[in-house]
């Protein structure tokens, strides 16, 4: 469950016209603070953020699911779940006890370096390459196309 604070700040940059990956920043943001503080541990920085993501769009920010071809068809429909029960259109169920107390267990054993300044560093580098990548084919395939 997102602080109070978190969901405060997010509304507040929503209300302020900012764009909804701008407010999820929020929720990525406490995600990492709780892996700093020992709450529960991530596989990877990756993975802290698709947490933090995911909790921002049950939270209400209408932030978009991935598009098809970018990321697998399991963690589209996840994301396109977790947008319909922040928007309303889904009714929220909460996992049983006995799975909810597997997933934390199983974070708590993962390891808490995925939010240490270098892992969400060779993140964002490894985001911006594969960003730059395809703009680069999208321009050269205009260049081709306008010949």
Do not use: C, Y
């Not at 700093?36 to 953020?49: D, V, W």
Request: glycine share 6%.
């Amino acid at each position: 469950m997102p602080s109070k604070t978190t969901v405060q700040r997010a509304k507040a940059d929503l209300r302020a016209g900012k764009k909804p990956s701008t407010a999820a920043g929020e929720f990525v943001r406490e995600e990492m603070e709780h892996i700093r503080e020992g709450k529960h541990g991530a596989r990877s920085a990756k993975q802290a953020i698709a947490i933090g993501l995911s909790k921002a769009r049950r939270s209400g920010v209408p932030l978009q699911p991935p598009e098809e071809g970018t990321t697998s068809r399991r963690t589209r429909k996840s994301a396109k779940r977790d947008l319909e029960v922040g928007q309303g259109r889904r009714k929220r169920r909460s996992p049983s006890a006995r799975r909810r107390r597997a997933t934390a267990k199983a974070l708590r054993n993962e390891p808490r370096s995925a939010a240490s300044h270098r892992a969400l560093s060779r993140q964002a580098k490894q985001a911006s390459r594969r960003r730059r990548r395809t703009t680069t084919a999208k321009s050269t395939r205009r260049k081709r196309a306008s010949r």
